[in-house]
């Protein structure tokens, strides 16, 4: 006899898998776990502060970030904060680092 199993490894990208079932009547779900935590916030606040204080970056752009990274915070879409950061990463490439260490915190 085999011993029985499955293992999956993934690293970057994405992944999509399909047509998974599990016997004996049990059920599988596919969901995003979201860690992040006020501190990571914070921590992301605080580096895009440092990073506005270091650059010229203007006031408008930065409250701009700053709300809807609030935003995000306070509800988090269906869709999961992933996309929505990635996003975000997309939007305001001036802050890629703080951005991207929050991203990290949450797919880390």
């Known amino acids: 006899m085999s011993k ?11 992944a999509v898998i399909g047509n998974i079932s599990q016997g ?3 059920r599988l ?3 995003q776990i979201t860690n992040l935590e006020a501190a990571d916030f914070d921590q992301f606040y605080q580096a895009l502060q ?6 010229a970056i203007p006031e408008k752009d930065y409250l701009a970030l700053k709300t809807q990274v609030e935003e995000l915070q306070q509800n988090t ?3 999961g904060i ?4 990635k996003a975000l990463y997309c939007k305001y490439a001036w802050a890629a680092a703080p ?7 949450v797919i880390g």
Do not use: F, T, W, Y
């Not at 440092?50 to 650059?55: G, K, M, R």
């Open 77 to 79: 879409p269906q869709s």
């Open 4 to 14: 029985s199993g499955m293992h999956i490894n993934i690293s970057g990208g994405n």
């Open 29 to 31: 779900r596919a969901e």
């Open 99 to 105: 951005l991207k260490a929050l991203l990290d915190r």
């Open 82 to 85: 992933c996309g929505s950061l």
């Open 24 to 26: 004996h009547g049990s």
């Open 50 to 55: 440092n990073l506005v204080a270091d650059q």
